[in-house]
């Protein structure tokens, strides 16, 4: 009897599994770990429904990759059984990687190793766990097996991954200008030449893809109160590592290594579990500054943002800094871990990465920046800057 299991999931229905070796690598701990890491990390404390984890947007991600592969295969792409189970496999761990509260903590938490990076060590233990089953997922996901578009189709600027998590973001957070028509998008999907490619009539599809992708880049992922509580949860942790403040394991050997000579296993074994259990505990540190920060997230008391056209005028981040001390009765450096600055920045196209690719009915080919297309060619360009103050809030 052939393998067949069906996940429920809120956003697509039924998601179907019909491979064991699928199956057995999302039964795998490294893989079911990602349940306890959240896909937007503090997002939740504006939007309250953003609570959905690795895990949902990896199954998305996978259920997204089925049908765009049954698609160019309908229009007659060469596509094998063993590599439709190669990609299928790269997408479901293509975030393996993530540690705790995904990319609020990782520049910290992997010591400057892009989440990326780990995931590609982590297959690389699955594969050997797997008895090299996972060889061609690999290829795939390194982006060396000679067929291009299976690896735009995990990691390129109109990949299966941005697809779900646009539409699950959107879904979660109840913010329905990022909505985006992916079974549309899919359903244009081509492959010229090797690479990925959207057919002509696709380019609105495409349009509105790019346009939800800035406007929640804006309006969630870099809202100013989410940006608030993720620079928050980067200083607690630095602080705590600068103090070596005691926590319990799996952080401790973390916190008291500074993040140095931490095993894969290690690494693992850490979830947004382990973090929330330290921050309750140091609310009542006697270190003041860790204590204010702790305090700031577990009560929802969070920093003042301040979004600016230019850098902060130094007099006022000094002003804000003095204000703290007399207030709090912090010293000067301790002050500038309660105020600081820094910019946030959003490319809605990347121009250093391959380019969205059009066909026409006539076969040609253009990038979709060179289409004739007004807001195409207004909203893509540039990468958008916006700096900011961020402080306790006094009062």
């Not at 896909?39 to 199954?59: D, I, K, N, S, W």
């Not at 290690?266 to 140091?282: E, G, P, R, S, T």
Request: glycine share 6%; aromatic share 8%.
């Amino acid at each position: 009897m052939a393998f067949h299991k069906i996940i429920n999931d809120p956003v697509y229905g039924f998601i179907t599994i019909n491979d064991p070796l699928i199956q057995d690598i999302i039964a795998h701990p490294y893989f079911q770990r990602l349940r306890r890491i959240h896909q937007m990390a503090m997002a939740h404390l504006v939007y309250p429904g953003a609570v959905h984890t690795r895990l949902h947007h990896a199954l998305g991600a996978y259920h997204l990759m089925q049908l765009a592969l049954k698609e160019l295969i309908s229009k007659g792409v060469e596509i094998t059984a063993e590599e439709q189970q190669a990609a299928q496999i790269a997408i479901l761990l293509h975030d393996i990687g993530h540690g705790p509260f995904s990319h609020a903590l990782e520049s910290i938490m992997t010591k400057g190793m892009a989440h990326e990076q780990l995931s590609i060590l982590l297959i690389d233990e699955l594969n050997q766990e797997f008895g090299g089953k996972l060889e061609l997922a690999k290829e795939i996901f390194n982006n060396r097996y000679h067929k291009k578009f299976l690896y735009q189709l995990i990691s390129g600027q109109l990949d299966v991954d941005r697809m779900d998590y646009l539409t699950r973001d959107s879904f979660f957070t109840g913010v329905i200008e990022g909505a985006i028509g992916y079974d549309r998008i899919i359903k244009m999907l081509t492959v010229h030449e090797g690479e990925l490619m959207v057919e002509e009539k696709g380019i609105y599809s495409i349009e509105k893809f790019l346009i939800a992708r800035r406007l929640m880049y804006w309006q969630v992922y870099l809202h100013k109160t989410v940006l608030s509580a993720e620079q928050m949860l980067q200083r607690i942790i630095r602080r705590a590592k600068a103090i070596a403040a005691e926590c319990d394991e799996p952080l401790r050997t973390f916190i008291h290594n500074r993040g140095e000579n931490i095993t894969l296993e290690q690494f693992c074994n850490m979830d947004d579990y382990d973090v929330l259990m330290a921050i309750k505990k140091w609310q009542h540190h006697t270190d003041q500054v860790l204590s204010i920060l702790c305090k700031g997230i577990i009560n929802r008391k969070l920093f003042k943002v301040r979004y600016m056209p230019e850098p902060a005028n130094p007099a006022l981040l000094k002003g804000l800094r003095e204000e703290i001390m007399q207030q709090t009765g912090v010293s000067l450096s301790d002050a500038e871990w309660l105020a600081f600055d820094g910019v946030a920045s959003s490319t809605t196209y990347n121009f250093e990465e391959d380019h969205i690719k059009i066909r026409f009915k006539d076969g040609t080919v253009s990038n979709i920046t060179a289409v004739d297309n007004a807001l195409i060619n207004e909203n893509v360009r540039g990468n958008v800057k916006k700096y900011y103050i961020c402080s306790l809030r006094l009062g």
